[in-house]
């Protein structure tokens, strides 16, 4: 697949400290396979998502902001196991890691990759809190 061998080449050279020539790669292999052919929340397209956001090109990472962005903006009840119940879910009716989600947002919320709990940071900053940080990254 295209866009996952290219996203393992766009992280590989983030670690390098090549940043452009990630972003790059990133943009070449959402350009050969088009959304209509492979959607950008299938599973294939997250690695890339991600990749962008590593290189500090998150503008073109929004697909995936939108789609968690709609799903907790659902959410009546902001606690943890019903936190935890609808990122798992939406993470499988997309078929995407949880963890790549996961990641995703506390890269949103805190800026860092890592960080304490993912819901218990969601939890402190709350709905409205979350919400905006997520659409920042919009």
Known sequence: ????????????????GKKDKAIKMADLCMAK???INLPFNAS??????QAYYKAGAAEKGKPIAQVVLQTLQTISSWEEDVLDKSLRDL???????FGVIAQF??????????SPSLFEVMIVLGKEETLDRLKDVL
């Open 33 to 35: 396979v088009r959304e």
């Open 1 to 16: 697949n295209i866009r996952q061998r290219g996203s393992a080449l766009a992280n590989a050279l983030i670690d390098e």
């Open 105 to 114: 947002i506390r890269a949103s919320l805190t800026g860092k990759k890592h």
């Open 91 to 97: 993470a499988e009716t997309q078929g995407i890691k």
């Open 44 to 49: 294939h397209t997250m690695p890339v998502i």
